[in-house]
């Protein structure tokens, strides 16, 4: 078809609706598919972000419950406190990341050796006190071989240590 404007004369076609309609279909079905790529790739690497965030957050937690504990035993003659409520520090409505209480236990308040933590080596972890946190599936095990502990977030090597138990040295180190 032909156009003549002001002496001029311009070609045009027809367009045909339906070919717009195919067209709007085919860029929808590539926008959605790029998006289905993109989010494959990216989910997975937020996920992993994410649980390192959380794994930081719990070991600063950590440390600013040892802090509270190092302050209490300066104050009671040396001696540890029973449990986080001994603290004072609303310590006990804290929670990890994941949603969790803190788990502490008192090894010096004649404890069960049971319940001490045990690295890969079954050699106890800690002395004087275990302080963690059971980890994003909030479970725990008290020997480190267990799967279950995997994603727990402790206090180590009785404060030489203070991260995850995938990340905790493999080599029996000595406390004494």
Not at 30 to 44: D, E, R
Not at 107 to 114: C, F, G, I, M, R
């Amino acid at each position: 078809m032909t156009m003549t404007v002001n002496g001029f004369t311009r070609r045009t076609d027809s367009i045909d609706i339906d070919d717009c309609r195919g067209m709007a279909i085919v860029r929808i079905m590539v926008t959605l598919a790029i998006i289905a790529i993109v989010s494959t790739v990216a989910l997975p690497i937020s996920r992993d972000h994410l649980d390192s965030t959380h794994a930081a957050q719990a070991i600063a937690d950590i440390g600013a419950i040892e802090i509270a504990i190092s302050r209490y035993r300066a104050q009671n003659r040396g001696e540890l406190p029973g449990s986080l409520a001994d603290l004072n520090l609303n310590v006990e409505q804290w929670r990890d990341p994941w949603g969790n209480a803190y788990a502490y236990i008192n090894l010096e308040a004649n404890v069960p050796v049971s319940q001490a933590r045990t690295d890969y080596d079954r050699s106890i972890v800690n002395r004087d006190y275990d302080l963690y946190s059971m980890g994003k599936d909030g479970r725990s095990a008290s020997a480190f071989n267990n799967p279950v502990a995997r994603d727990d977030v402790v206090r180590g090597l009785s404060g030489s240590y203070y991260g995850t138990v995938a990340d905790y040295p493999k080599a029996r180190t000595n406390l004494e």
